[in-house]
């Protein structure tokens, strides 16, 4: 046993060291970090215990960021679920063009969001004016995509669903597949319609699905940056600024203020450790009663 | 089962297809556009170019330095991914075939990690990456995502070698076979298909990355596409969207070739990946 553990860290001991230095040591450090005022400017910096945790509660700008990250969360997880189930299911009754859809709806998912975030820039600053324009629609002309905070909004969700849409559609794709087919032809038998057959039927049998999906949504979309980033930079204003970017601006672009930063950025940790937990839970609980 | 209701199937093909427009409009505005001047753009986005002006591409090519950047990325992928690759098999075969509390332990240590957002280690990351003399180098980033990448692969290396019956790795050792050989000529050569998606997962990640590159290669001679792409951007605004828009269409194009080459590999790994969790 002795002789197999140590063999055993042996084979391990080049993964760990690589994951202790650059993912466990920055993890530890961003606590430590929270806990003090280290400014990057300055090399010495001293040990505050809370203080940057009680600013933060002050702190209105991270707390707006929270609230319109919350705004964001939600609006996504509804939307991007149901729209990504409902391509699904569309994409599983085609026969033929089934591949061809498939290919079509994920291929956003191979961009990066800064790209796509520029790409959309182009359709919502130069395209969706021109058409405005030549419908000779006011109201469509008023629009200013990326200066108004409202618009701003509507246009980061509409760029993030594009570029999210397809991964979850994949999922739902495959669980669909899963659904046992004798199942549904036993309901249709019975004479249940295709509403009943999909209520009764195809939602329980993917329910493991909608978790997944629900929770990687939670998960991805409050940590959100790059789309945030190339489509408006957090602006007007701070008006779409995320909790990610408010980090972020915080330690490097406007203050260097490193361990106030850190302590928000334990914040967002805390977030997505709360998400984590209880995704866990729930589906532990789904596979004792399945 | 035949198909009855033929209105309702065409409602599903309309919506799929209207979906598909949306999906695909910014990637063929921005072809339809990038091959006209600014002054065609400004009169009618909408219409196809008079003739195609290929040299946007040429222009755009070289205003990114496109062949840097590209190789500049191409390193940190490579370093990136062998390093992801051999170092979280070895360590996924022994976590799989050793049951101590030793082994869970390590095993939790690594999955855990993975529910630690980026944002929270990146100014950390920064500084160990200053310290250790990474910083600045494409080389460095690489080693960097080696770091941040194994928890995930060790994690599906893990559960993929328990699948495979210890019973090859007893006969082997019979035969006099060390431990590492056992490993490299028995294990890893049975590892193809999650290696495969391991790797293709990785290299997208990366590929698409930007806000670690942006921390560690301040130097543009070490951009990577995204950041060149983000620089020229950031310098042309809005004025000069002929450059912008070929430079987005260069930026994404390796990613979309090698979907489109690699499709069912890629969307395996994802509903696989997903569903297993």
Known sequence: ?290 | MKRKMTGWNLLVLLMLILYSIFSLSPILLAILNSGKTQGEILTNILAFPQNFKFDNYLIAFEKINFLRSFLNTMVVVIVGCTGIVLLSAIAGYKLARVKSKLSGFYYSLFVLSMLIPFHSIMITLVKIANVTNLQGKTLGLGIIYIGLGVPMAIFLYTGFIKSIPPELDEAARIDGCGDLRLFFKIIFPQLKPITATIIITNALWMWNDFLLPLLILPNSKTYTILLSTNMLFGQYGNNDWPAILSVLIMAMLPAIVFYLILQKNILKGISEGALKQ
């Open chain 1, 1 to 290: 046993m002795k002789k197999n553990n140590k063999k055993l860290t042996l084979f391990i001991l080049p993964a760990l060291l690589f994951y202790s230095v650059f993912t466990l040591a920055p993890a530890i450090g961003g606590f430590w970090y929270s806990l003090t005022n280290w400014n990057g400017l300055n090399k010495n910096y001293d040990f505050i215990g809370l203080k940057n945790y009680a600013a933060i509660l002050k702190d209105t700008d991270f707390i707006n960021s929270i609230t319109f990250t919350l705004k964001f969360v939600l609006i996504m997880v509804v939307l991007q679920n149901i729209l990504s189930l409902a391509l699904a299911i569309a994409i599983e009754s085609r026969n033929r063009s089934k591949t061809l859809f498939r290919t079509l709806v994920f291929m956003p998912n191979m961009i990066s969001m800064i790209i796509g975030g520029f790409m959309w820039m182009f359709i919502f600053t130069k395209a969706l004016p021109y058409i405005a324009q030549q419908l000779n629609n006011a109201a469509l002309m008023d629009i200013s995509w990326i200066g108004d905070p409202f618009f701003s909004f509507i246009a980061i969700i509409i760029v993030s669903l594009w570029g999210g849409i397809g991964y979850l559609t994949i999922i739902y794709l495959a669980a669909l597949q899963g659904v046992d087919k004798t199942l549904k032809e036993a309901a249709s038998i019975d004479g249940a319609n295709a509403w009943q057959v999909f209520r009764n039927v195809v939602i329980p049998s993917i329910m493991p699905a909608i978790t997944i999906g629900v929770f990687v949504t939670l998960n991805n979309s409050f940590k959100v940056f790059d789309v945030v980033y190339s489509l408006t930079g957090g602006g007007p204003g701070r008006s779409t600024q995320v909790i990610a970017m408010n980090i972020f601006a915080e330690a490097y672009s406007l203050n260097n203020r490193y361990g106030y930063a850190s302590a928000k950025s334990m914040v967002l940790f805390a977030i997505i450790f709360v998400i984590t937990i209880v995704q866990l839970k729930l589906m532990r609980k789904k596979e004792i009663d399945g």
